[in-house]
């Protein structure tokens, strides 16, 4: 799986790592935006599997730092990309526990200097 987004062109450049009891992180660098607008980011597989996308169900509210987030599948739509402000550009660990796999969640936090 792939942490794909804004801040990295849309590529699958940042890999999720397995680390075990279907649990799987990837660390990564965000920078403030220039516009002070969004990350906008989707898990997907490296060849972007429709039917293996997630995203957050409800995109009316930008998701947050240091809370479980529950992701839904069929995150295909471009209207529904997961939307991440920060406040501080740094190194960011994205951890996604797929235990269910019909409701996975992702947690992000920031790394400790």
């Not at 680390?19 to 799987?24: A, H, S, T």
């Not at 490296?46 to 995203?55: A, P």
């Not at 730092?65 to 997961?82: A, C, K, P, Q, R």
Request: charged content about 20%.
């Amino acid at each position: 799986m792939f942490l794909w987004g804004s801040f990295n062109e849309w590529k699958a450049t940042e890999q999720f790592e397995y680390l075990g009891n279907n649990r799987y992180q990837v660390s990564v660098f965000l920078s403030k935006t220039s516009d002070g607008s969004f990350h906008e980011m989707k898990i997907s597989t490296e060849n972007w599997n429709t039917k293996l996308t997630f995203s957050k169900s409800d995109i009316s509210e930008e998701i947050d730092i240091n809370t479980n987030i529950v992701l839904t599948e069929g995150g295909d739509n471009s209207n529904n990309n997961m939307q991440l402000s920060i406040s501080q550009e740094g190194e960011y660990l994205f951890l996604l526990t797929a235990e269910d796999s019909s409701a996975p969640t992702l947690y992000i936090s920031p790394v400790s200097e």
